[in-house]
């Protein structure tokens, strides 16, 4: 088991404690894969939410799968926060439900 699968199991008080620890967060963004990494790095300086779709253009179309592992994995990692919005189409009077996510601040 690594440190990543370790976390992963472990709860949100835990993590928020872990992550306040320079050093901590340092180790942890190490331990994950280039795609996780680049991920976070794309996001840490960005204010507003990003809709989930959007983040799906940052890997080829081939590699899809990777791509929802990765938010998965920073999910349970509570590295990022991801959430729906209900948002009205203006052009039909359906409404959809669209994913964002952003970092989570504690990370």
């Not at 960005?46 to 994995?73: G, Q, R």
Request: aromatic share 12%; glycine share 0%; net charge positive.
């Amino acid at each position: 088991m690594d440190l990543v699968d370790y976390l992963q199991g472990q709860e949100s008080e835990l993590l928020d404690e872990l992550y306040n620890n320079t050093w901590t967060v340092q180790a942890i963004f190490r331990s994950l894969s280039p795609l996780t990494k680049q991920f976070i790095l794309r996001l840490v300086f960005v204010d507003n939410n990003v809709p989930v779709l959007y983040t799906a253009k940052w890997v080829k179309s081939s590699k899809l799968k990777y791509h929802v592992e990765t938010i998965k994995k920073l999910v349970s990692l509570k590295i990022i926060i991801k959430y729906a919005k209900k948002k009205q189409l203006k052009t039909k009077d359906k409404i959809k439900t669209i994913e964002y996510i952003r970092m989570d601040p504690n990370f």
